[in-house]
């Protein structure tokens, strides 16, 4: 069976973009879209700043989405109830998300279920979102997710350990507005956590089986502007700034099918709650045997960039807490599958698996 592909509908991309957004906006209000607009802002821009930049009017409703954790089936479900509230009844004209990918996976889901009934959990899965959410615009203020592209909202469910996403054509973003003046303020650490998480859920699509040559192209230059990005002098000059915007953008495509690194990456967020994008880099510097080129280079970049990753993450922790990190990671097997085919708890077996933990 062939897979009929969806991209996202419309791009704009460029320094200042932002300035556009009322004119895109517009036509979404007019005749036969009359609905408010559901703005969702991470909540670094609680002071506002940003705020005042976007075409908001007074009977919009603009929430700040709190990303000090990973989005949950619960979190999720609380934003639906209020944008519901909000709402009451009306339909809305778009919703826009303004954020890395815990505001724009939010909003996805938000989306969702504004369209769907029930709750964030009867989601989590493939091909289960059943009615099209409403119009949704993206405007990422930090690169490397790829959810601006991607047809997947992730969010972590406490009460199963399991971070899955809503993977659907319908979660996707319908408009994706890309300036890179967004990304100037964004922390170095964190720019290299998120910003990698391209390069790593590229490499793991090209090196797993389920592939087409589109998807391919898209991953390789992705993963070739990373390089240049990660190993040039200064990955944050508004050059690289803008490629890594794009690197996100093309790699958001391609990630479909992912590998090993980000099962443990999930292990990691689920049972740690640590964010993704940090999670990967601990995830691919204990698989230097199944990732031998890309654990060396990424080693370098690290090197190159200054960027940290100390050591002894999981040190203390209790023999349930590890079997949890087992379960939470060994669950996803379609990546794991897809990398070291059918029998891969032959080699991730849960010593080896808990074994890599405790080298992190
Ligand atoms: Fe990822």
Known sequence: MYRNAKNVGHYMIGKGALSQLGDILKPLRDAGRPGPALFFLDHCFRDGKLAARLPVESGDLLMYVDTSQEPTTESVDGYAARA???????????????????????????GNLLTNPGKAEDYQGWELVKHPAPYKIAVPTLSGTGSETSRTGIICNEAKN????????????????????????????????????????CFESLSGSYRNVVVDSLAEKA???????????????????????????????????????????????????????????????????????????????????????????????????????YE?????????????????????????????????
Do not use: W
């Open 328 to 360: 939470a990671s060994i669950v996803h097997e379609k990546p794991l599958t897809n990398r070291l085919g059918p029998d891969f708890k032959k080699i991730l077996t849960q010593e080896n698996v808990i074994e890599r933990f405790k080298r992190m």
């Open 84 to 110: 519901r509230e909000f709402l009451s009844g009306k339909t809305p004209g778009a919703l826009l998300a303004f954020g890395g990918g815990s505001t724009l996976d939010t909003c996805k889901c938000v």
């Open 223 to 325: 993963i070739d502007i990373c390089k240049r990005v990660f190993l040039s002098e200064d990955m944050m000059s508004d050059e690289n700034r803008e490629l890594l915007m794009i690197a996100s953008f093309l790699g958001g495509m391609a990630a479909g099918f992912v590998g090993t690194v980000h099962p443990i990456s999930a292990g990691l967020s689920m049972v740690l709650h640590m964010r993704h994008g940090l999670a990967n880099c601990y995830a691919l510097s204990v698989q230097e045997d199944i990732y031998p080129d890309e654990y060396r280079e990424f080693m370098r970049m690290i090197e190159r960039q200054g960027i940290d990753l100390p050591k002894g993450i999981c040190r203390g922790l209790s023999d349930q807490q590890y079997t949890a990190l």
């Open 162 to 201: 399991l971070k899955l996403g809503m993977n659907s054509d319908y979660t996707m973003f319908d408009q994706v507005l890309l300036d890179p003046e967004l990304t100037a303020g964004v922390p170095r650490n964190q720019y290299f956590y998120t910003g990698i998480d391209t390069y790593m859920h």
